[in-house]
């Protein structure tokens, strides 16, 4: 009975291990004490953005770096799906990365839901996302653990739902936003 609980005990050990080693580096929430940002102007309202850069740092900073030289002023929603996506950030209108870098996946435990704000990538490379990303209309858990979701519309969903294609991003700008 003795080596019963000796070797249970073992085994228990060891699940536990290999279980914290799956999440190892992947955050299941974001912090709101670390959250970032963004205002985004369109024709119909605006939109606040709230980024996430402990759940995707490499894609937070990316997408900062971005709005702050000003890439996305004027760019088109190219691709806007009602009840799916609208998606924007390829100012070549070709579905190519605009930029001269492409991002690591990022992945977390965070699911695609109404406002979820992820990043956009060149067919099935998950290491290929640049400078497009979307905004869900709704649930999509298809998209689950396949993309970077990066952040979420904190305020101005109304607008977004009255995105469409070859609407414009006005302006992007970071914010500062206190709870």
Request: aromatic share 10%.
């Given at each position: 009975m003795?080596?019963?609980?000796?070797l249970m005990g073992?085994?228990?050990?060891?699940?536990?291990?290999?279980s914290n080693a799956q999440v190892e580096g992947v955050t299941k929430f974001p912090?709101?004490?670390?959250?970032?940002?963004?205002?985004?102007?369109?024709?119909?309202g605006d939109v606040v953005l709230r980024l996430y850069p402990d759940v995707a740092p490499q894609t937070v900073q990316a997408f900062l770096d971005r709005v702050n030289e000003g890439f996305y002023n004027g760019v088109y929603f190219h691709r806007v799906i009602p009840g799916f996506v609208a998606q924007g950030g390829d100012p070549t209108l070709v579905g190519r990365p605009a930029a001269n870098y492409t991002l690591p996946a990022e992945f977390s435990k965070l699911k695609h839901k109404r406002g979820t704000l992820a990043m956009a990538r060149v067919g099935h490379d998950i290491h290929s996302a640049s400078t497009q990303f979307y905004i869900s209309y709704g649930s999509h858990p298809h998209l689950d653990g396949q993309y970077t979701i990066f952040g979420e519309v904190e305020t101005g969903m109304s607008a977004v739902d009255q995105i469409n294609k070859g609407d414009k991003m006005i302006k992007l700008y970071q914010v500062n936003k206190t709870r």
């Open positions: 003795k080596k019963f609980k000796l073992m085994a228990l050990a060891l699940v536990a291990q290999q912090n709101p004490d670390l959250y970032k940002y963004v205002k985004m102007e369109t024709k119909h």
